[in-house]
């Protein structure tokens, strides 16, 4: 069964950094992070594949946010850099199918989630 644990989030001003973390157990495949802000709908930020060799990013988040994997710890990290009141949202980590090796931006595709780690930043 597939778990996955985010952390890391929190009330920052805008220009700081933060970490976010997820935890996966279980066998998967392509790992992604969304995210929700009020109102609106869910989008995608990044994904990586299990390796961590290959990675796709949001066009407008890919200068700030960065996707990476530690495989020691089984955990997915997104660095997130130079934040502003817009990236205010709860953050999800998602996953594919251990069978699936193809990225994807869709939300649809992505079969297990997380619980969502709150980003809220301030100006």
């Known amino acids: 069964q597939v778990q996955l644990v985010e952390s890391g989030g929190g009330p920052v001003q805008a220009g700081a950094s933060l970490r976010l973390s997820c935890v996966v157990s279980?066998?998967?495949?392509?790992v992604g992070w969304f995210r929700q802000a009020p109102g609106k709908t869910r989008e995608f930020v990044a994904a990586?594949?299990?390796?961590?060799?290959?990675?796709v990013y949001a066009d407008s988040l890919k200068d700030r946010f960065t996707i990476s994997r530690d495989g020691a710890t089984d955990t997915v990290l997104l660095q997130m850099n130079s934040l502003k009141p817009g990236d205010t949202a709860v953050y999800y980590c998602?996953?594919?199918?251990?069978?699936?090796?193809?990225?994807?931006?869709?939300?649809?595709?992505?079969?297990?989630w997380g619980q969502g780690t709150q980003v809220t930043v301030s100006s």
């Open positions: 998602a996953a594919r199918p251990s069978a699936v090796t193809v990225f994807s931006r869709e939300r649809s595709q992505y079969r297990y």
């Open positions: 279980g066998r998967t495949g392509i």
């Open positions: 990586i594949n299990w390796s961590g060799l290959n990675t």
